[in-house]
């Protein structure tokens, strides 16, 4: 019962196709295999380098893995349906009751709109998330002018988030190109999310930093 059993799921497949699929269909950018890969190993790294037990890792994996299956439901409380989906797939498998409760919180509480960062894998998950912002999750480049969450996320040409316990210090480093989207525009849409980053990082007895374009602005 590990991150690598979920990623060979049949149904799980499915369901994240399927979810990215509607988000493609709403004007969303990409939240395919792509995106909850990338989250999935990027709150297992922020764990691992914080020293948590190697099946706490795993279990921030396949969170990350697991979290925005939700959108296959609907947009709306994604997160929430997600965890219930999540705990059928996780229960099917026959997880421990506390590491589905584990996984299930984290997925229920990683959307900045309704959650928080309850628990270290939660946080772990929050921060992976929310800081998947780079160009190529961008699906109409054609209509960047006319959609601020396309624009922000296409102006971004580098993203890096680094972990150094040695100064508790976690943080997200940006280049963004000025000429498709100004700063104020990425706080404009990320600020909620950016508080949270704080929060979460605090849970992990962390400090968050912001960083665009060699400025610290977190």
């Known amino acids: 019962m590990n991150y690598d ?32 890969t990338r989250v999935a190993q990027t709150a297992g790294e922020i764990l691992q380098t914080l020293d948590f037990p190697a099946r706490t890792v795993e279990l921030a994996k ?8 939700g959108n296959m439901v609907n947009r ?30 984290a997925i229920g509480n990683h959307d900045e709109g309704t959650g928080l960062p309850v628990n270290a894998v939660a946080a772990a ?18 209509d960047i002018s006319r959609d601020i969450h396309d624009r922000v996320n296409y102006s971004v040409t580098d ?27 990425y706080f404009e849409i990320f600020m909620k999310r950016m508080v949270l980053c704080r929060q979460a990082a605090e849970k992990l007895g962390m400090r968050f930093q912001l960083i665009i374009n060699e400025q610290v602005l977190v």
């Open 76 to 105: 709306v409380d994604h997160s929430q349906s997600g965890a219930i989906m999540a705990f059928r797939i996780l229960d099917r498998m026959d997880f421990p009751p506390e590491e589905i409760a584990a996984i299930v919180t």
């Open 62 to 69: 396949i969170a990350g893995y697991l979290h925005d299956i």
């Open 159 to 185: 993203a890096h988030l680094t972990v150094d316990p040695e100064n508790q210090i976690i943080c997200l480093k940006l280049a963004v190109d000025t000429s498709v989207s100004s700063v104020m525009e």
């Open 125 to 142: 998950l929050f921060i992976a998330d929310k800081s998947d912002v780079r160009r190529s999750r961008v699906r109409k480049r054609a």
């Open 5 to 36: 059993m979920i990623r060979r799921d049949p149904a799980v497949k499915v369901y994240i196709t399927q979810a990215d699929a509607s988000m493609q269909a709403l004007g969303y950018t990409e939240h395919s295999f792509a995106h909850v």
